[in-house]
T-cell receptor, first 113, second 113 residues
Framework: QQQVKQSPQSLIVQKGGIPIINCAYE??????FPWYQQFPGKGPALLIA?????SEKKEGRFTISFNKSAKQFSLHIMDSQPGDSATYFC????????????FGSGTQLTVLP | DAGVTQSPTHLIKTRGQHVTLRCSPI?????VSWYQQVLGQGPQFIFQ???????GRGNFPDRFSARQFPNYSSELNVNALLLGDSALYLC????????????FGDGTRLSIL
């Protein structure tokens, strides 16, 4: 019930391509869905987040698409650059006294120059 | 402003020993959460503290404990270390609890020999 399933495990795109990372969840009580970017040796950095009352959110080159009925959400990176090469994690949580983030297993993205 | 700071950055221990990890949240943040990230996996929630009280606990054994101090800094303690405790331990802070984003530090890399 608490799992967040993320795919693909790894992804290689050319510079300028649009990598898409997908996540699916089971627990319908989840109401906050952030995406984090992690570089080697660093902690996860918050990229963008969405709540289930909207179907899409854009911040710069990053877009989240959210499908509440399918219990799925995805991250699109427009005009990807070699500097975007990192591991990306989706997560989900339930509003309340403990904002416990449940993370996906991660996607290692490589953007070739 | 300084981000979340964690110390030490790296630590090597042997089985059966005890370890204390420290975290200073972003100035003004009153909530601290701890996560364990095993190599190749997403972070897993351990504890959340707010105003010095435990607000959430993940599925970890009682060997794991934590506390939060009046200045909102926090310690994570792990007793009777096992080889499986080798991981990156991440601290995240947020202004409060509820619908507020969590910001992560770069973690403490704990290796158990």
């Amino acid at each position: 019930q608490q799992q967040v399933k993320q795919s693909p495990q790894s992804l290689i795109v050319q510079k300028g391509g649009i990598p898409i990372i997908n996540c699916a969840y089971e627990n319908t009580a989840f109401d906050y869905f952030p995406w984090y970017q992690q570089f080697p040796g660093k902690g996860p950095a918050l990229l963008i987040a969405i709540r289930p009352d909207v179907s899409e959110k854009k911040e710069g080159r990053f877009t989240i698409s959210f499908n509440k009925s399918a219990k799925q959400f995805s991250l699109h990176i427009m005009d990807s650059q070699p500097g975007d090469s990192a591991t990306y994690f989706c997560a989900a949580s339930i509003s309340g006294s403990a904002r416990q983030l449940t993370f996906g297993s991660g996607t290692q993205l490589t953007v070739l120059p | 402003d300084a981000g979340v700071t964690q110390s030490p950055t790296h630590l090597i221990k042997t089985r059966g020993q005890h370890v204390t990890l420290r975290c200073s949240p972003i100035s003004g943040h009153k909530s601290v959460s701890w996560y364990q990230q095993v190599l190749g996996q997403g972070p897993q929630f351990i504890f959340q503290y707010y105003e010095k009280e435990e607000r959430g606990r993940g599925n970890f054994p009682d060997r794991f404990s934590a506390r939060q101090f009046p200045n909102y800094s926090s310690e994570l303690n792990v007793n009777a270390l096992l080889l499986g405790d080798s991981a990156l331990y991440l601290c995240a802070s947020s202004p409060g609890v509820g619908n507020q984003p969590q910001h992560f530090g770069d973690g403490t890399r704990l290796s158990i020999l």
